[in-house]
């Protein structure tokens, strides 16, 4: 069975502070995702990677940067965290794109 | 722009009862289309993945269909249980833009 794991189930950090979410899959997948996932909004991507430090942006990439430095761990960074980042994180990964994709727990993240 | 409606937004139905849940698509230049589940403050869990060239997906008591001239999927459960209670969401992988459009859910509740 694949599995994606997050670093964390529940996050809280201040206004301002440098935020690391980390994702790793065990599967040898190529692609790996970054969702946030807030009410009434339904899933919004923030970025994925084909490869190994390759990365894209998605819908909502402003205010996250990523990090894909080995092929299983995909890293979320809030480079100064808002409030408005208070949100349930997802990650994801399939093995190519558009193919079945294998979701983390989730992190839920509150920012005070 | 791929919008992904799907209606209702919440079920409640006896257990025991055959379902449908419904899922449409505004492009139909899809790849595929897959549905998840989600359960409380969880993950997604794939459920069904159908290529646009297939017309339908089963598994167990769940069964998928497609019609993408018609922008429409069903995920059809076959006697509900309580364990079936969650929210279930449709997606599509849109040709030539490598990323699934989510809709934002069908809540189910099977009631003991």
């Known amino acids: 069975d694949v599995k994606v794991t997050q670093s964390s189930r529940y996050l809280v950090k201040r206004t301002g502070e440098k935020v690391f979410l980390e994702c790793v899959q065990d599967?040898?997948?190529?692609?790996m995702f970054w969702y946030r996932q807030d009410p009434g909004l339904g899933l919004r991507l923030i970025y994925f990677s084909y490869d190994v430090k390759m990365k894209e942006k998605g819908d909502i990439p402003e205010g996250y940067s990523v990090s894909r430095e080995k092929k299983e761990r995909f890293s979320l960074i809030l480079e100064s965290a808002s409030t408005n980042q208070t949100s349930m994180y997802l990650c994801?990964?399939?093995?190519?794109?558009?193919?079945?994709?294998?979701f983390g727990p989730g992190t839920r993240l509150l920012v005070l | 722009k791929q919008e992904v409606t799907q209606i209702p937004a919440a079920l409640s139905v006896p257990e025991g009862e055959n379902l449908v849940l419904n899922c449409s698509f505004t492009d139909s230049a899809i790849y595929n289309l897959q549905w998840f589940r989600q359960d409380p403050g969880k993950g997604l869990t794939s459920l069904l993945l159908i290529q646009s060239s297939q017309r339908e997906q089963t598994s167990g008591r769940l069964n998928a269909s497609l019609d993408k001239s018609s922008g429409r999927s069903t995920l059809y459960i076959a006697a509900s249980q309580p364990g079936d209670s969650a929210t279930y969401l449709c997606?599509?992988?849109?040709?030539?833009?490598?990323?699934?459009?989510f809709g934002s859910g069908t809540k189910l509740n099977v009631k003991p």
């Open positions: 994801a990964s399939s093995r190519l794109a558009g193919e079945t994709q294998y």
């Open positions: 997606a599509v992988w849109r040709n030539n833009f490598n990323k699934f459009y």
């Open positions: 599967m040898d997948h190529e692609n």
